[in-house]
C-alpha cells in the first residue's frame, strides 16, 4: 500500500490536473500568432527560392508553359562572355569598394578603441557615421548624379574654379572613372555599419589586455595587430560575408546613376553593368525568365563558394 498523501495535497493536485489543458490550449493559441509569419515566409520567401530552381532548368519566357530545357541554361551562363564580364565589373567595383570601406572603419576602430586617446561621444560619431545607411539608395544616386553631372554637377565647378581641373570630368561616362565612382559612393554609404559592427566587438574584449600592453610599452599599430584584430576574426568573418553578399548583388546604384542595358541580347552597357542588371535584362526585358534564373542561381553558388573559403581562412582558430 501507498503511504497517505500529506494533508491538502490532494487539493493541489487536483488543482494542477485541472490547469494542464488550459496551458495546452494557451500553447496552441500561441500557433495562432506565429502562423501569419509562417505563411509571409513561405509564400514571399522560401516558395520563390524553389521556383526561381526549377526555372532555371526551363525555357519559360514569363508566360505559356515552362518546357523542361535541363542544364541548357547554365551550360549557357558558362559560355556567355557577356555574364563573366559583368560579374567581373561587379568584382571590380565590389573590391575597390570594401577597400574603402573596412580601411575606413578599421582606421577609425583604431582611433575610437585607443585608451589613450579616450575620445568621448563615441554614441553621437557612431550616429553619424551610420547617418548615410539610411538614406535609401535611390536619393543618394540622385544627388550624386546631380554632383557629379559633368557639364553642370558642383564638384565639377568646384574643381575648376580651384584649378585643380582644367576642364569637365565626365564622372559617370568614362570608363577609367565610373567604377571608382560608384565603389567610393558605396564605402561611403555602408562604412558606419563596419564601424559599429568591428567597435561592437572592440568593447566585447575585456579592457585588461589593452591595459596590460599599455604598461608593456606596446605601441596602438602593436595592440591592434596583435591583440585587436586575432579578437574580431568572428565580427570580420561576419563583416566580409554580408558585404560579399551585398557587394556581388550590386544593383541599385549603377541602374539608377547609369541605366540598364541595351535591349539587345549579349551587348554590354559598359563598365557599370553589373551581374544582377544582366540578370535584370533578360529576367525583365527580353522575358528570358529560364535564363535569368539559371544567373541568379549561378550567382549564388558563387558568393556560397567564396563565402565557405572566407569561413575557412578566417574562422579558423588559431593554432
Not at 53 to 81: E, H, M, Q
Not at 160 to 175: D, F, Y
Amino acid at each position: 500500500m501507498q503511504p497517505p498523501l500529506p494533508c491538502g495535497t490532494e487539493g493541489t493536485m487536483a488543482k494542477t490536473n485541472v490547469g494542464k489543458p488550459k496551458k495546452r490550449n494557451l500553447n496552441r493559441m500561441a500557433y495562432l500568432f506565429v502562423l501569419p509569419f509562417v505563411i509571409v515566409f513561405l509564400t514571399f520567401s522560401v516558395y520563390p527560392v524553389f521556383r526561381t530552381l526549377y526555372l532555371s532548368f526551363t525555357s519559360y519566357k514569363g508566360f505559356g508553359d515552362a518546357k523542361w530545357a535541363g542544364l541548357a541554361n547554365y551550360i549557357r551562363v558558362f559560355k556567355d562572355k557577356f555574364f563573366w564580364k559583368a560579374l567581373g565589373n561587379t568584382v571590380k567595383i565590389w573590391g575597390v569598394n570594401i577597400i574603402l570601406q573596412l580601411g575606413l572603419a578599421f582606421l577609425l576602430t583604431v582611433i575610437f578603441s585607443d585608451i589613450k586617446y579616450k575620445i568621448r561621444g563615441l554614441s553621437v560619431f557612431r550616429a553619424v557615421y551610420y547617418l548615410p545607411n539610411l538614406i535609401a539608395a535611390t536619393s543618394v544616386a540622385f544627388l550624386f548624379k546631380t554632383l557629379l553631372d559633368w557639364k553642370y554637377g558642383s564638384f565639377n565647378q568646384l574643381l575648376l574654379t580651384m584649378g585643380i581641373a582644367k576642364e569637365q570630368i565626365n564622372w559617370l561616362g568614362s570608363t577609367s572613372t565610373a567604377p571608382y565612382v560608384i565603389s567610393v559612393i558605396g564605402a561611403w554609404m555602408w562604412f558606419g555599419n563596419s564601424f559599429i559592427m568591428l567597435m561592437a566587438g572592440v568593447q566585447g574584449i575585456p579592457t585588461d589586455y589593452f591595459e596590460a600592453a599599455a604598461i608593456d610599452g606596446a605601441g596602438r599599430w602593436k595592440v591592434f595587430a596583435k591583440i585587436t584584430i586575432p579578437l574580431l576574426r568572428p565580427i570580420m568573418l561576419y563583416v566580409f560575408v554580408t558585404s560579399l553578399i551585398g557587394g556581388l548583388q550590386l544593383f541599385d546604384l549603377p541602374f539608377l546613376m547609369n541605366g540598364v542595358a541595351p535591349n539587345t541580347a549579349g551587348e554590354p552597357s559598359g563598365c557599370l553593368q553589373t551581374a544582377v542588371m544582366y540578370l535584370y535584362k533578360f529576367g525583365f526585358e527580353t522575358h528570358q525568365v529560364g535564363y535569368a534564373s539559371a544567373i541568379a542561381y549561378t550567382l549564388f553558388f558563387i558568393i556560397l563558394i567564396v563565402s565557405i573559403i572566407q569561413f575557412k581562412t578566417l574562422g579558423r582558430e588559431e593554432d
